[in-house]
């Protein structure tokens, strides 16, 4: 390593997609059933209006509304309708993605020695992968091994002793890979947090479970909720994040991201997408279906366990583990992606023909082990 660099990234394994286990060889149709993106693609009547506000109303010599003032307003609008208190633009923040939110509530608490960050595995690896890049300490709670719920003790337990103290404690709900919202222990955990702790809750995949902590969001001035457009939204080529938390949290997050950070296309699509709302997500509930019937096919294979999901995603693990990168591979060959991660795999809720074929193909393999 060029001795210019940290020693420490040695030690950092990128966040890489498709997954480090693909051949690089593709068939000519691919299944992208690895990255948890709505099945479906916008309507071609509202990419046709996103193209012509580009042609017509963008100026691409001119940077992009630094302020987000108008998509701030819209996501205000929109959040507003599951929150027991109208929410403000002041209590948003909008970034690349989801992550570069993380990043910048890494920046806002934990670096420099100021503090750590506790995570509850497995979970999305990127709160972890950002905070390693930073120099920040990540500590790792367990979660139960057949419920995957956290274990609470033994968080408690890391909190008590971590040295620096953890400032930033992340929380999927529902967690990614696991499919699993939160339960009311792991609520009510969240709500004993000292103050001086600030609590992320990652609602990436609210559309789909319908559960939200934003009611509380006012009670609790050290929360913040994570939000993201890539999901049930449809952008996840735009790249478009957000936060909900109070006023001074999300001045703090206005003073460390890059300036003009979102292209003013994204603006426009994520705008566009809120305005459209209803439309878009009219479609859930057969994405919703379509988990389920899977889920329900999986459930009668012998060589494998597959969990519940309230995501548009489902986890299971192989009977033996050390099929699970095999598996992985001979989907891939056929056309199928799927993510191998924890020791298990978790596929995308894709349309219902992308369902059906990596069904048979999953079937063909296992029929190898049986055999």
Request: proline share 9%; hydrophobic share 45%; charged share 15%.
């Amino acid at each position: 390593m060029a001795t210019f660099l940290r020693p420490d990234l040695d030690g950092i394994r990128a966040y890489a997609t498709p997954p480090e286990a693909s051949s690089g060889t593709l068939p000519p149709q691919v299944d992208y059933l690895d990255t948890n993106e709505f099945p479906l693609d916008l309507p071609a009547p509202l990419k046709a209006k996103l193209a012509q506000q580009y042609v017509e109303a963008l100026a691409t010599n001119r940077y992009p509304d630094s302020s987000h003032w108008h998509l701030k307003q819209a996501i205000a609008t929109y959040v507003s309708e599951h929150s027991s208190e109208p929410m403000t633009p002041a209590q948003i923040a909008v970034g690349n993605g989801s992550d570069e939110l993380i990043r910048s509530l890494l920046l806002a608490t934990a670096l420099g020695g100021h503090g750590s960050i506790l995570v509850a595995d497995p979970t999305f690896s990127i709160y972890g992968i950002l905070a390693q890049s930073l120099g920040i300490p990540v500590h790792r709670a367990p979660r139960h091994p057949e419920t995957f719920a956290v274990d609470i003790d033994s968080a408690e337990a890391l909190v008590a002793k971590a040295d620096p103290p953890v400032r930033l404690v992340f929380m999927l709900q529902p967690n990614s890979p696991t499919g699993n919202a939160l339960t009311s222990a792991e609520v009510a955990w969240l709500r004993q947090l000292p103050p001086d702790l600030l609590v992320v809750i990652d609602e990436a995949y609210f559309e789909f479970s319908g559960k939200t902590l934003l009611p509380e969001l006012t009670a609790h001035p050290n929360w913040l909720i994570l939000r993201t457009f890539s999901k049930a939204l449809r952008l996840a080529a735009h790249r478009v994040g957000y936060a909900i938390a109070q006023p001074t949290v999300i001045a703090a997050l206005e003073k460390l991201r890059l300036p003009y950070n979102l292209p003013s296309v994204s603006q426009l699509a994520a705008c566009m997408a809120l305005e459209h709302r209803q439309e878009l997500l009219a479609d859930i509930p057969q994405v919703i279906a379509e988990r389920e019937w899977l889920y329900a096919q999986l459930q009668t294979c012998p060589h494998l366990r597959v969990w519940p999901s309230v995501a548009n995603f489902l986890f299971f693990r192989l009977e033996e583990t050390a099929h699970t990168q095999p598996l992985c591979q001979a989907l891939e060959q056929e056309g199928t992606l799927v993510r191998p991660i924890a020791n298990g795999i978790r596929v995308s809720i894709g349309t219902p023909a992308e369902n059906e074929r990596f069904w048979q193909r999953l079937q063909a393999y296992l029929s190898t082990l049986s055999g």
